[in-house]
């Protein structure tokens, strides 16, 4: 059974940096994308960001591109988003995903994380 466990997150004033990490276990993994997802109260949960395995360019709503950067470790199945320049409207509750077999995560992983909230103060 594979799990995904979050750290990171937490309260930050509007500008700050966070870093969340994710860290998948439970099987050899091959062929996967991992990102993340975040929902606040009354939104739909959207596809902040995502990174796969095989060398292409990750994906960034746009919304957060040129603040947030999603990294991997392919050795240790973990990977990181990078917050910085937040804003008020970045406060959610954010959930790490995997998707297995594919290059793209799409609006249906495999796995989910257990979130982790993330609140951003102006």
């Known amino acids: 059974q594979v799990q995904l466990k979050q750290s990171g997150g937490g309260l930050v004033q509007a500008g700050g940096s966070v870093r969340l990490t994710c860290a998948a276990s439970?099987?050899?993994?091959?062929?996967?994308?991992m990102g993340w997802f975040r929902q606040s109260p009354g939104k739909e949960r959207e596809l902040v960001a995502s990174?796969?395995?095989?060398?292409?360019?990750?994906y960034y709503a746009d919304s957060v591109k040129g603040r947030f950067t999603i990294s991997k470790d392919a050795a240790e199945n973990t990977v990181y988003l990078q917050m910085n320049s937040l804003r008020p409207e970045d406060t959610a509750v954010y959930y790490c995903a995997l998707k297995l077999h594919s290059s793209e995560m799409g609006d249906r992983p495999d796995y989910w994380g257990q979130g982790t909230q993330v609140i951003v103060s102006s």
């Open positions: 439970g099987r050899t993994f091959s062929s996967i994308a």
């Open positions: 990174i796969a395995s095989g060398g292409k360019s990750p």
